[in-house]
């Protein structure tokens, strides 16, 4: 199971003699200490007025002026002697090799994860076949289930089969419901886009190959005969960057979508009206029908377009919405890839969601103590840097079906 891909949030590190310039340090600019009142513990009270305004107070002053100094340079770097920084140097070129080795190492982790894939197409075939009904399940598949389902819940109780036969129906829905059974992608959902996607018959994944610039994968989603568009399959392509990122794993470069063929007035990514418009000189009306762009999870194979480097037209505004968009979009294409295909059953019945629910509950301390807390907005946006957040990192070699030791394949 992948790990939510994390916004970037600011983390300042405490000043120390190597990163803290004397400079701007505020002792040396004649700055005074801040003054606090003591407080004995006999006269303190928890609910004494404004003792919260002034601990905020004090508080984000200090942050704010951590925020000021970390990041500058001290000087200290600069003057070290001439034969220290060769030294410095050379650990650069250390380090040169070292990324290299990284960079070979999540290489051949991709082609692990692209070995396993392979070992799973069967299975997925075999899986895609009961989901139509095209074949039976054996009783061995259902015995097997019925022992898994007992393993996760010890009350469950097999199911009255009195001579009763697999429905040769398959399982109606199965994707449309599995979707709607992920968090973040039933928030996509319309109610409109569910008659389209009860045609949807199966997901699947493949990898582009070797020999192209970019590694990278694609999501395939297989759609039976409908009313909505003429595409038998919609395609959504993730391009990694050639390199891995700083961190030493892959980064997102950038997603490619499918065209989508909708038939006449069929089009979910946008919603139509008709307004009348008056002629200034005839003074004759005439019915005029407009689109403009409506919510839908087809909108997915479309996807934002990353901004250029030297991109200084846009707001950082407009800069931190692309941002969060692409964030959502490689947060879901992560999810179907490694989560929603592996794992589709367990979508299907919501047990996923039950375990991510469950691991969420653990990611928060259940006391009662609501101090820990603070509002998203306490901190005013004028005390924090600009930033660019960078594309979030694809984690190469977590598929959660693969059967390989996939600790060895990430670092997260």
Known sequence: MSSTIPINQHDPTAP?????????????????????????????????PGNDDLHSAVMGLVEGR????????????????VEVKLNVEALKGVQVKQVELQNKYK??????????????????????????????????????????????????????????EPSAEGIPEFWL?????????????TDRDAAALKHLIDIRISYLPPNDPKPGFKLLFHFTPNEF???????????????????????????????????????LTKEFEIKKQRN?????????????????????????VPPEEDAEDLEEEELDELDEKLEIDYQIGEDIKEKIIP?????????????ELDDDEEDYDLDDDDDAFEDEDSESDD????????????????????????EECKQQ
């Open 16 to 48: 120390t003699p190597q990163n803290t310039p004397l400079t701007h340090a505020p002792l040396a600019a004649g700055l005074s200490r801040p003054t606090v009142p003591d407080i004995s513990e006999d006269n303190e009270e928890e609910d004494a």
């Open 66 to 81: 951590l925020q000021r100094l970390v990041g500058r340079s001290s000087g200290y770097i600069e003057g070290l002697p």
């Open 107 to 164: 290489r051949e982790c991709l082609e692990l994860e692209k070995k396993y894939a392979e070992l799973q197409k069967p299975l997925y075939e075999r899986r895609h076949a009961i989901i139509i009904g095209s074949a039976k399940p054996t009783p061995e598949e259902i015995a097997a289930g019925e022992q898994q389902s007992v393993k996760d819940d010890p009350d469950y109780t097999p199911l009255e089969k009195d001579g009763k």
């Open 177 to 189: 419901t599995a979707l709607r059974n992920h968090i973040g992608i039933s928030e996509l959902i």
């Open 229 to 267: 568009f003429e595409n038998e399959v919609l395609e959504k392509t993730y391009l990694y960057q050639s390199e891995v990122g700083y961190s030493g794993d892959f980064i997102y470069d950038r997603a490619i979508g499918t065209e989508i063929k909708w038939k006449e007035d069929k089009d």
């Open 280 to 304: 200034k000189n005839t003074n004759r009306t005439r019915l005029v029908r407009k689109a403009r762009p409506a919510e839908s999870f087809f909108n997915f194979f479309s996807p934002p």
């Open 343 to 355: 794992r589709a059953v367990d979508y299907f019945t919501g047990k996923a969601l039950e375990e």
């Open 383 to 406: 005390d924090l840097p600009a930033r660019r957040r960078a594309p979030p990192k694809a984690r190469v070699g977590s598929n959660a079906s693969s059967n390989a030791n996939a």
